[in-house]
């Protein structure tokens, strides 16, 4: 069982980024998904989660409007489209799977190796 997230790089503030996470060894059906990230010097925090159908979605404070989360079954895939990126958005992002829906990183089971986002100019 493994999740493969990708996508990170560095980008300007305003700019856009989109993370991928894409999973092995076992189908996304019936997993809700879950981002998070950690930046330098804190702890790992909520920032999207999206349910197996992707009829609901949750979002950090920090992110609502800017940021959104979207799952292709058909893909194994869930994606985290970053948009108006700001400086505090640099962290690494981690995509996580567990049955139902959640905010909570100790709820999650499986965890992707996480992809770094910078934003700076």
């Known amino acids: 069982v493994q999740l493969q997230a990708s996508g990170g790089g560095l980008v300007q503030p305003g700019g856009s980024l989109r993370l991928s996470c894409t999973a092995s060894?076992?189908?996304?059906?019936?997993?809700?998904m879950g981002w998070f990230r950690r930046a330098p010097g804190k702890e790992r925090e909520f920032v999207a989660a999206?349910?197996?159908?992707?009829?609901?979605?949750y979002y950090a404070d920090s992110v609502k409007g800017r940021f959104t989360i979207s799952n292709n079954n058909a893909e194994n895939t869930v994606y985290l489209q970053m948009n108006s990126l700001k400086p505090e958005d640099t962290a690494v992002y981690y995509c996580?799977?567990?049955?139902?829906?959640?905010?909570?990183?100790?709820?999650?089971?499986?965890w992707g190796q996480g992809t770094l986002v910078t934003v700076s100019s």
């Open positions: 996580a799977a567990r049955y139902g829906i959640s905010r909570l990183v100790s709820e999650y089971r499986y």
């Open positions: 060894g076992f189908t996304l059906d019936h997993y809700a």
């Open positions: 999206v349910s197996w159908g992707g009829g609901r979605t």
